[in-house]
C-alpha cells in the first residue's frame, strides 16, 4: 500500500508565494518521475511541472520562470514552490509519482488527493 499525501495549499493574493508538498508513505522501493498537474474547475487536468529522478525538470509555459520543483529522495518528497501567483493559477493542484513498491518488478502510477490553491484579492 502507498499513500500519497499533499498539504500546503491555500488562499493567497496575486503576486504572493506558497509552497506545496506531497509526501510519499508504505512499502515503497523506488520512485521515478515526480509531477505536480492542476485543474481548475471546467477545464482538463494540466500538467505543471516534472522532475525526473535524475533531477532534471521541465515546466508548463504557463508557470515556466515563477514556479520551482524539487525533490527530497531520502523523504519520498516532491515540492511546488510557486512564486508571482496569478488568478489563472487558481486550481486544484494533484501531485503524481511513478512508484516502484516492495516486492514488485513493475512499476505503478500514484496520485495524492488534491489541494485547493486559490488566488484572489
Known amino acids: 500500500q502507498v499513500q500519497l499525501v499533499e498539504s500546503g495549499g491555500g488562499l493567497v493574493q496575486p503576486g504572493g508565494s506558497l509552497r506545496l508538498s506531497c509526501a510519499a508513505s508504505?512499502?515503497?522501493?523506488?520512485?521515478?518521475?515526480m509531477r505536480w498537474y492542476r485543474q481548475a474547475p471546467g477545464k482538463q487536468r494540466m500538467l505543471v511541472a516534472s522532475i525526473a529522478k535524475s533531477a532534471v525538470t521541465g515546466y508548463s509555459t504557463s508557470v515556466k520562470d515563477r514556479f520551482t520543483i524539487s525533490r527530497d529522495n531520502a523523504k519520498n518528497t516532491v515540492y511546488l514552490q510557486m512564486n508571482g501567483l496569478k488568478p489563472e493559477d487558481t486550481a486544484v493542484y494533484l501531485c503524481?509519482?511513478?512508484?516502484?513498491?516492495?516486492?514488485?518488478?513493475?512499476?505503478?502510477?500514484?496520485w495524492g488527493q488534491g489541494t485547493q490553491v486559490t488566488v484572489s484579492s
Open positions: 503524481y509519482m511513478k512508484i516502484k513498491t516492495s516486492g514488485v518488478t513493475g512499476w505503478s502510477d500514484y
Open positions: 508504505g512499502s515503497i522501493f523506488s520512485i521515478d518521475t
